[in-house]
């Protein structure tokens, strides 16, 4: 079975401060893969997505995510942090595979970031 | 807005009370899941209706059902719920297709047990 793994945590960052998150996956076919964020006390959201084509993608808010297939990652990035992006991040991966549960989501456990003003 | 609406947002039961949790979409999405997220864990799936073939994740409690009368709704009854199942309980839908698949999530609804 696949697995995604966020090493980090928990990230304090000071506002400003450049972010990268980390993202790893274990499957050795064609995936998707998410980035979703969870603000304190509202739901999930989509915050970016690659499906094919160019490996950099852009999100809202100033995020972007570079698959590099080689590594099996799926890093997160942003220039600088505001204090509104204190939240929890959510690394996802869906493998393109025929049969049950090709189209199901694996998470990862998340990392909590924390951008003090 | 097409979108994902979960009913209640906030559920308090008893132990071993039974509790139905309910989700509805306008996205006319063919495929519903039910997620269970603790505090600061990932979202674990619990189970999936793909039209109306249910797919029941392997280490999914028995305590747990789905019913998905129509494409729009689908419900998570928790039949006799323990103390251990209070949690955000996540509904999401997507269209799935051969190339992509994108889940949306609906706000969730927090359950607790006492």
């Known amino acids: 079975a696949q697995s995604v793994s966020q090493h980090n945590h928990h990230v304090i960052l000071s506002e400003a401060a450049s972010l990268e998150l980390g993202c790893n996956y274990s499957?050795?076919?064609?995936?998707?893969l998410f980035w979703y964020v969870q603000y304190p006390g509202q739901h999930l959201q989509l915050l970016l997505k690659?499906?094919?084509?160019?490996?950099l993608v852009k999100g809202i808010k100033g995020f972007e995510a570079e698959f590099i297939k080689s590594k099996f990652s799926f890093n997160l990035r942003k220039p600088s942090v505001q204090w509104s992006d204190t939240a929890e991040y959510f690394c996802a991966v869906n493998p393109l595979k025929s049969g049950a549960g090709s189209y199901q989501l694996t998470f990862g456990k998340g990392t909590k970031l924390s951008v003090i003003p | 807005d097409a979108m994902v609406i979960q009913n209640p947002r906030y559920q308090v039961t008893q132990f071993g009370k039974p509790v139905t949790l309910s989700c509805s979409q306008t996205l006319n999405h063919n495929v519903m899941y039910w997620y269970q997220q603790k505090s600061s864990q990932a979202p674990k799936l619990l189970f999936h209706?793909?039209?109306?073939?249910?797919?029941n994740e392997a280490d999914t409690p028995d305590n747990f059902q789905s019913r998905r009368p129509n494409t729009s709704f689908c419900f998570l009854d928790i039949r006799s719920p323990g103390l251990g199942d209070a949690a955000m309980y996540l509904c999401?839908?997507?269209?799935?297709?051969?190339?992509?698949?994108?889940?949306?999530f609906g706000p969730g609804t927090r359950l607790t047990v006492l």
């Open positions: 209706y793909y039209d109306k073939d249910f797919n």
């Open positions: 499957y050795g076919g064609t995936v998707n």
């Open positions: 690659y499906f094919s084509g160019d490996p």
């Open positions: 999401a839908t997507s269209r799935v297709s051969s190339s992509y698949n994108e889940q949306f």
